[in-house]
Structures are given as structure tokens and as C-alpha cells.
């Protein structure tokens, strides 16, 4: 089987931090650099945002800190600035008018967008004085905002995107995410049953049961309409990909997918096959050999039904090929 064309994959659509490769507005005027931004550019449609811009501070601008003095407040220790409502109304309304998205990037340490790693001060003195916070995991407001309202969604800042297990996990639920999107647009149980046919083996390896009541839900028992059969299959899906597949659940799918062929090998490449699986269950990171390892033998035996398994493919391999 051939890498799956960039054409083939479904385009997430991601909301980021501005300032992580699309403009020069941090406070001090620089622009952060994300190899891994830059390497889903070609397959990702990135929605960029500066929340602090757009409450109009401008660029460059003073520093604006987290305070937690009695309740958590935005402020601007140099013009005595206190920019809580503003950023709050703001994120809620900018959120409010998003369409169709599929999860977020932000940027990590901001007190706007940083995700549990943002500084907080007990009051601005303490800032002037000594630049002494007391706590350095707080949610920025913006990023506040968005786990109000997209918990449910994969959102990663710069620190996760730099661990390979983390951004594997993002990675695979944007692109299962928009995949999905795609075909809910064609409002047909049949695209609902393809979607579950591709991805089975993925779900597997995720989370069988909700796989199996997926499966349930895709066969519309119940004679519901397509609308709520796809909002349903929703659902499980964003339960199903909450959480990291486990390395244990990987191994019983890619066994499942090894049976397909396995009478094939001879007994060296069998060998060869259930080290690397071995060597799997000791160190996660040798995931993305396996899946080419298996790639490779899907595509030397031609099985048909494994040849649209996303659990080989779950994105462009591009991206991870970068790192
Ligand atoms: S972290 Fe957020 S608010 Fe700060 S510069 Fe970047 S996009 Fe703007």
C-alpha cells in the first residue's frame, strides 16, 4: 500500500496562537517558530488569533500578568490596566462565532493562551518587586475560555507538541475529526458505515467497547434519522479519542491486522514482526516503525481490507516524518 496521498486526507481546521508562526505580536515583537506548526501547514487550515491584539493592545506592548489576589484577574502592572472582562468577552464571543473547527494550538507561559503553565503573582507588587509568582500552572483567560466551552476538543500548546506520544494523539484525532466532518457532509448512513469500516481497527486500539457501540449506533437499529445517528456516533467518537490508545489495546489491533497476513511470512519475518511488537511494549516511541512495518506487509500481501485502515495511516506522515 502506497503512503496515503496528501489529497486523501481530510483538512482539520485548527484555531492557533497567532504568534506561533503567523505574525510578529508578541509583546516584545517577536514571532515564535514551530517546526511542527510549519510542517502541518501544507494539510492543516489554521485559523490564527492574538486574543491580546484583539482587545487592542498593541505591538510591541507592556507585559500583561495573571494576579490571584482574593478572586483571578487580568492585568497591565505598567498602565495599571485591568483587562479581565475585556479578554473574557472577548473570548467567549470570538469562540461563539467559530464555525466548523477541529481542536487548537496555543502558545505555552502566555496569560492569555498558555494551557496550566502560565505565571501567576499574588498582586502586582509582588511583579515590580521581585518578579516573584508563587505558582506557574494557570490557564491563561483565552485558554480558560476555550475549556469552558471545547473541553472536548484536542487542544496542545508548543510543550506538548514537542513530546512525540502527545502529538501522535493530537495528531490522530484532528485528522479522525476532520475525516469524520467530510463525511457527515454527504448525510448518508452508508458514509457513516465506510468512516467505521476505515477506521475499526484504529477505534480498537483506542477503546474496543466504544468501538463496538459505535458499530451499534452505525446500524441505526432504531431507524433514526442520518442527523441524529451521525450527532450520536459524535458522541463516542470525541469519548473514544479522549484518551491516548493504550500501548496494550495498539498491540491487540495491529495483532488483529498481523492474522490477516501472518501465514504469509516465513518464520524469520514473523520473528522479525513480533520483536518489534516486543520492542513496542518497552518504549512507545517505536509505534511509528511498526506502523510502516506493517504498512509494508499490507502492501506486499494486497489485503483489501486493510488497505484503508487509518491505524497505518491516521495522518500525513509528512508531519511526523519532520521530527
Ligand atoms: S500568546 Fe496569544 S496573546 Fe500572546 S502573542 Fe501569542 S497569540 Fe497573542
Known amino acids: 500500500m502506497e503512503v496515503v496521498p496528501i489529497s486523501q486526507f481530510s483538512r482539520p481546521i485548527i484555531v492557533i496562537s497567532k504568534c506561533l508562526g503567523f505574525a510578529a505580536c508578541r509583546y516584545d515583537g517577536q514571532i515564535v517558530s514551530s517546526p511542527f506548526v510549519e510542517s502541518m501547514k501544507p494539510f492543516v487550515e489554521f485559523i490564527d488569533t492574538c486574543p491580546e491584539c484583539e482587545i487592542g493592545l498593541g505591538v510591541p506592548r507592556e507585559p500583561i ?9 487580568l492585568v497591565q502592572p505598567a498602565s495599571g490596566l485591568d483587562l479581565t472582562e475585556q479578554m473574557i ?6 469562540l461563539e462565532e467559530l464555525a466548523d473547527f477541529d481542536g487548537f494550538i496555543l502558545k505555552s507561559k502566555s496569560p492569555s493562551c498558555g494551557i496550566g503553565t ?5 498582586d502586582v507588587n509582588a511583579y515590580f518587586d521581585s518578579d516573584e509568582w508563587f505558582s506557574r500552572n494557570e490557564n491563561g483567560f483565552f485558554a480558560d475560555a476555550i475549556f469552558e466551552e471545547f473541553w472536548h476538543l484536542p487542544i496542545v500548546d508548543e510543550f506538548g507538541m514537542s513530546d512525540t506520544m502527545i502529538r501522535d494523539h493530537f495528531l490522530t484525532r484532528i485528522f479522525t475529526l ?3 466532518r467530510d463525511f457527515w457532509n454527504s448525510k448518508s448512513i452508508d458514509s457513516l458505515l465506510e468512516f467505521h469500516t476505515r ?8 477503546n474496543k467497547e466504544l468501538m463496538t457501540i459505535m458499530g451499534n449506533i452505525v446500524a441505526n437499529h432504531g431507524g433514526l434519522k442520518v442527523d441524529d445517528v451521525y450527532e450520536q456516533y459524535l458522541q463516542f467518537l470525541l469519548e473514544l479519542l479522549s484518551s491516548p490508545a493504550r500501548s496494550s ?5 495491529m495483532m488483529h491486522a498481523f492474522g490477516y497476513f501472518s501465514r504469509n511470512l516465513s518464520a524469520r519475518d514473523k520473528f522479525l514482526f513480533l520483536n518489534k511488537l ?11 516503525e511498526l506502523r510502516e512495518l506493517l504498512r509494508s506487509r499490507v502492501e506486499q500481501f494486497k489485503i483489501e481490507y486493510l488497505y484503508s485502515q487509518t491505524l497505518f495511516s491516521p ?3 509528512e508531519i511526523s516524518d519532520s521530527f
Open 278 to 288: 516486543q520492542a513496542y511494549r518497552e518504549d512507545s516511541s517505536v509505534l511509528f
Open 178 to 180: 476532520a475525516s469524520f
Open 118 to 122: 502560565t505565571k501567576v503573582f499574588s
Open 89 to 94: 468577552e472577548f473570548a467567549h464571543s470570538y
Open 249 to 253: 489495546s495498539t498491540i491487540n489491533a
Open 315 to 317: 495522518y500525513p506522515s
Open 65 to 73: 500578568i495573571i494576579v490571584l489576589d482574593g478572586e483571578k484577574r
Open 199 to 206: 477506521n475499526k481497527l484504529l477505534f480498537m486500539a483506542y
